[in-house]
């Protein structure tokens, strides 16, 4: 799936802020995704509702990637990953109702 990141357009906007930037997140993440949700484990799972067994694995998070993109044809949400100024994966947000 990676390999194809480069062959597809982004989609949505990119949003550049001094030291930030937001965009859609992207097959190509996974591994800083699962890296840094794996290390922000005991911080998330009191907000979040409890974790499937498979939450850190590639398909969980093709999963995630195909239901972000029907929020965003809906037009009900807009996820997006936020990079530091070294392009580090730094976290995500979800703007919605």
Do not use: C, K
Request: proline content about 7%; charged content about 25%.
């Amino acid at each position: 799936m990676a390999l194809l990141d480069w062959m597809s357009e982004p989609v949505g906007p990119v949003v550049r802020g001094q030291g930030v930037m937001l965009r859609s997140p992207r097959a190509s993440d996974y591994a800083a995704w699962s890296a840094l949700r794996d290390l922000s484990r005991a911080h998330l799972q009191p907000w979040e509702p409890a974790w499937p067994e498979d939450d850190l694995t590639r398909v969980a998070f093709r999963r995630r990637l195909s239901i972000y993109e029907r929020e965003r044809e809906l037009g009900n949400a807009w996820p997006f990953f936020i990079f530091d100024h070294q392009d580090r994966l730094a976290g995500g947000i979800t703007l919605s109702n």
